[in-house]
């Protein structure tokens, strides 16, 4: 069976109208607040290779991490409203994997932030940081995925 253009745009609708059914909607909220957090775990990053092979004293960089931490509990707190209104719908599950990423990011900033605060810059904080950056991407990523 040969399909044309024409035989394709009255099913058009349906296939992309499934894919709304498993993913939930675009949130600008999310993706911003996101990469605010972004943008301050990179000023930490960028504060710490300016200031090398000084240390980078903890009280440089808190309100960078601050920041990050309350962008991300911001995008946490929208983000784990939406399983509960997509409940039923495969979409709750993508909307649960996203909510779920980005407590992974909020933690990870909470980890790097007290080993920062308790035991000062380690030798390699550049790198735990990036790391640390790049854990949040993932959530960034996926909420940007949904547009």
Known sequence: MI???????????LL???CAAFAPTY????????????SS???????IETKAPRHTPYRDVEPYYIDALAQVKEAGDIAEKRPAYLQGRPAADAAQLVADNIDRCRKA???SRAAFDGDGQAPNEAD???????????AKTMEGSLK
Do not use: Q, W
């Not at 399909?3 to 609708?13: A, Q, Y």
């Not at 775990?41 to 504060?47: D, H, N, S, V, Y």
């Open 128 to 138: 735990n940081v990036a790391i640390v950056r790049n854990t949040c991407a993932i």
């Open 109 to 111: 900033i909470e980890r």
């Open 3 to 13: 399909f044309t253009r024409k035989s394709m745009l009255p099913i058009l609708p």
């Open 41 to 47: 775990l990179t000023k930490i990053e960028t504060a």
């Open 16 to 18: 992309l109208g499934g």
């Open 27 to 38: 949130s600008e909220a999310i993706y911003t607040k996101l990469d605010g957090a972004h």
